[in-house]
């Protein structure tokens, strides 16, 4: 019996806004198409990564939502690697915090640890799970909540606790990102830094408006400023008022302007950042779902606000990325030279070492 390999490609696209719908497409594709089996190796490549993903396999056996949890899961963090990476370094310079303690469970998170070391990750969760379901629905927001504790009729306690945890890690990122924004004002009282800084300051434009950009992110992310926004407020609002209105939830969201983009249209021009204007450039619901055989209730509702919710907390990051590829000598007092700037997902996919294709091999019999 003679075999036959086939090869299916992995995409890998540029993309600045996170979005991997190619990414998602193949996986799935592959998994049902050949055999999840195909797909499990890619866990150990992962290896700590997705830090945000929890999966209980074992009451919820289903590899198509396992993966799709776990790809979004990807798109909402891989920004954190050149994040981690940056705190290091700036840690060198000023004093920044790299250990969190997230307010509500309490636990505190080394973000190293948790980032290099599966094992470490294994025993948070194991801490966070022991937290018990009243502290850990505290966490939950009411939009993610009502999708799995049987309040919108669909009642799931696995996919719940895996939205606690995602919640939980998105917690230690924004403490994280906040102490990293906070460290950039005495960062320019670096004598090195400052000296940088008074003589681009002399440069011809765009150079000294981008360098404002860089200096006023801090107050950016902050304390009500232009990119503090609540997604969660945000879809609880519109989700009530679709409803009252008879409208289709998923449909309206997608049309929907992604909101804050207006609000930083004159920095992203400056910076050559190109965003989308609707939930609907962010992702392709039906376009992913074609090679889909699953159609879990409440599931693209809930996909759609982590999407949404992604991109927003991700935009301050995107502007820092596009600061420091335009201001390249400042750039290297805290970027490690292995990080490339703009950080997309195809760079962290290469990052991990994700392969660029994946052989199955088939057994073809006589006739087939």
Excluded at 5 to 30: G, H, M, S
Excluded at 54 to 77: C, H, R, Y
Excluded at 147 to 175: C, H, Q, R, Y
């Amino acid at each position: 019996m003679p075999e036959e390999t086939t090869v299916e490609k992995i995409p890998c696209p540029k993309v600045i806004t996170p979005t991997a719908d190619d990414l998602e497409k193949i996986i799935i594709f592959i998994g049902n198409k050949y055999g999840w089996e195909y797909i499990e190796p890619l866990n150990e490549i992962l290896g700590a990564f997705p830090l945000s993903h929890a999966w209980d396999g074992i009451t919820l056996d289903i590899p198509e939502l396992e993966w799709e949890n776990k790809i979004q899961a990807i798109i909402e963090e891989f920004k954190m690697y050149p994040m981690v990476k940056i705190a290091e370094t700036l840690a060198k310079l000023v004093p920044i915090d790299l250990v969190i303690i997230e307010p509500i469970t309490g636990i505190e998170v080394d973000v190293i640890k948790l980032f290099e070391d599966p094992d470490y990750k294994a025993k948070l969760l194991t801490e966070f799970q022991e937290a018990g379901d009243e502290i850990i629905d505290l966490l939950v927001p009411d939009f993610v909540l009502e999708n799995w504790d049987g309040t919108d009729g669909i009642d799931v306690p696995a996919i719940k606790m895996s939205k606690a945890w995602k919640e939980f890690i998105k917690k230690v990122k924004e403490l994280l990102k906040g102490n990293i924004f906070e460290a950039f004002e005495p960062l320019f009282d670096n004598a090195a830094v400052k000296a940088v800084k008074e003589v681009l300051e002399l440069l011809p434009e765009p150079i000294p408006t981008i360098l404002n950009i860089l200096i006023d992110l801090p107050k950016m992310v902050a304390n009500g400023g232009k990119l503090e926004f609540d997604t969660d407020e945000f879809l609880m609002k519109l989700k009530k008022e679709f409803k009252e209105a008879g409208k289709d939830f998923q449909e309206e969201l997608l049309a929907m302007p992604i909101p804050v983009v207006s609000e930083i249209a004159s920095e992203a021009e400056v910076l050559g950042l190109e965003l989308p204007e609707t939930l609907g450039d962010l992702i392709n619901l039906e376009d992913i779902g074609e090679f889909k055989k699953i159609d879990f209730p409440n599931w693209n509702i809930d996909k759609l606000g982590d999407r949404l919710k992604a991109f927003i907390e991700n935009l301050p990051q995107m502007l820092l990325e596009a600061c420091l590829e335009k201001l390249e000598k400042i750039a290297k007092f805290f970027i490690p030279a292995d990080i490339p700037i703009p950080f997309d997902l195809c760079a962290f996919l290469q990052v991990i070492g994700f392969p660029k294709e994946i052989s199955i091999d088939n057994l073809v019999g006589e006739g087939a």
